[in-house]
Nanobody, 118 residues
Framework: QVHLLESGGGLVQAGGSLRLSCAVS????????MGWYRQAPGKQRELVAT??????TYADSVKGRFTISRGNVKNTVSLQMNSLKPEDTAVYYC?????????????WGQGTQVTVSS
């Protein structure tokens, strides 16, 4: 079994910063890519940022404000969020494309709430 555990969400004022972390645990062979998605109330889940072997991609709405990075601890990923805006309010989900013993699969964390007040 593979589990993704997110942490670091919370309430912050506009202009503030938060750092989200995600740790992958379980029987994995290797990780192909990791990323963060978010879903605001009444909206579809959208990509925020991904990292694949050091290559990063960002949604236009977060470029220059958010930074995704693999952690120093193996099988972790972080999302540093600066200059937060009320429109960043959403549940943030960690995602991982993982090779396991039986093949390749995609996994999601349970989500962590980020609320930015104006």
């Amino acid at each position: 079994q593979v589990h993704l555990l997110e942490s670091g969400g919370g309430l912050v004022q506009a202009g503030g910063s938060l750092r989200l972390s995600c740790a992958v645990s379980g029987s994995i062979v290797s990780i192909n890519a990791m990323g963060w998605y978010r879903q605001a109330p009444g909206k579809q889940r959208e990509l925020v940022a991904t990292i694949t072997r050091g290559t990063t991609t960002y949604a236009d709405s977060v470029k220059g404000r958010f930074t995704i990075s693999r952690g120093n601890v193996k099988n972790t990923v972080s999302l540093q969020m600066n200059s937060l805006k009320p429109e960043d309010t959403a549940v943030y989900y960690c995602n991982a494309d993982i090779n396991v013993l039986t093949g390749r699969d995609n996994y999601w964390g349970q989500g962590t709430q980020v609320t930015v007040s104006s």
